[in-house]
């Protein structure tokens, strides 16, 4: 089991930046791979960023070069950077949890957090 808890949305003018965080407890967390996604407006969920099994990031191509994802795994916190903001930016970001597996993540997410709200005005 893995409880995930966000906080850092805001509402930020377009151009300004915002970092997201995840706390992560329980049980499981040493045994997870951890991402952001969120959710628009009238849109499905997508996903943001993501780490892999061996460590790499993958990001969506609308936020590459802009945002940036990093986890303190003595604080067992999962970052967001979010830098340039857009107003297609604006979004619920929630933070997520797959089961970690011997040799890859699982494909999907088991645990979500409650979301953060993020608004980017023009």
């Known amino acids: 089991q893995v409880q995930l808890t966000e906080s850092g949305g805001g509402s930020v003018e377009a151009g300004g930046s915002l970092r997201l965080a995840c706390v992560a407890t329980g049980p499981g967390i040493g045994h997870v791979c951890m991402g952001w996604f969120r959710q628009a407006p009238g849109a499905e969920r997508e996903p943001v960023a993501n780490?892999?099994?061996?460590?790499?990031?993958t990001y969506a191509d609308s936020v590459k070069g802009r945002f940036t994802i990093s986890q303190d795994n003595a604080e067992n916190t999962l970052y967001l950077q979010m830098e340039r903001l857009k107003p297609e930016d604006t979004a619920i970001y929630y933070c997520?949890?797959?089961?970690?597996?011997?040799?890859?993540?699982?494909?999907?997410?088991?645990?979500w957090g409650q979301g953060t709200q993020v608004t980017v005005s023009s």
């Open positions: 780490f892999e099994r061996d460590g790499s990031t």
């Open positions: 997520a949890a797959r089961i970690r597996l011997w040799n890859r993540c699982a494909t999907s997410y088991n645990y």
